[in-house]
T-cell receptor
């Protein structure tokens, strides 16, 4: 079945470090890909998305590129801040489908 | 309201009791989802509503779990005869329609079964 696999957490970095959170997927069709973020005490919110191969989603300094050849959608940020501390979820939805499939989430902690 | 509202925010219950979790989606959103977030697990899909009907309830773990939606708005997730493994955060999400991909999530109900 369709699935999303994220790198194991937790991830702890210092402020201004470079961030990569790996995400790979398995899909029977042609999915759209997403990163959602869950800040402490809040609901999940959409961070960025990409709907076709080679698209790059970006928001708040975060980027992710839809790589069909490697079935990946890795999240990157050049210089993280303490306020980026959160749980990050990679997700997919197939064209015409109604259900988002999520990865297990990666907890990120940024220390000052 | 401005966002998806869930109640209660926390629920502690004894094993064997029934619980009801409520979700108020964003006004006008026709699609509504329930997910479960367990410690160390990802978001597990439970059920999807389009209007008042549930075309996909494939994620409900057992027949102790049921959900309904009335008036195309409020949804209730009911867990009967709760077990300790039901302890998790239950998340509700809505979106404007079946072709809009962005989900809007509530803050969840933390359920603890003692």
């Amino acid at each position: 079945g369709d699935s999303v696999t994220q790198m194991e957490g937790p991830v702890t970095l210092s402020e201004e470090a470079f961030l990569t959170i790996n995400c790979t997927y398995t899909a029977t069709g042609y999915p759209s890909l997403f990163w959602y973020v869950q800040y402490p005490g809040e609901g999940l919110q959409l961070l960025l998305k990409a709907t076709k191969a080679d698209d790059k989603g970006s928001n708040k300094g975060f980027e992710a590129t839809y790589r069909k050849e490697t079935t990946s959608f890795h999240l990157e940020k050049g210089s993280v801040q303490v306020s980026d501390s959160a749980v990050y979820f990679c997700a997919l939805i197939l064209q015409g489908a109604q259900k988002l499939v999520f990865g297990q989430g990666t907890r990120l902690t940024i220390n000052p | 309201g401005a966002g998806v509202s869930q109640s209660p925010s926390n629920k502690v219950t004894e094993k064997g009791k029934d619980v009801e979790l409520r979700c108020d989606p964003i006004s006008g959103h026709t699609a509504l989802y329930w997910y479960r977030q367990s410690l160390g697990q990802g978001l597990e899909f439970l059920i999807y509503f389009q209007g008042n009907s549930a075309p996909d309830k494939s994620g409900l773990p057992s027949d102790r779990f049921s959900a309904e939606r009335t008036g195309g708005s409020v949804s209730t997730l009911t867990i009967q005869r709760t077990q300790q493994e039901d302890s998790a955060v239950y998340l509700c999400a809505s979106r404007p329609g079946p072709t809009n991909e962005k989900l809007f999530f509530g803050s969840g109900t933390q359920l603890s079964v003692l």
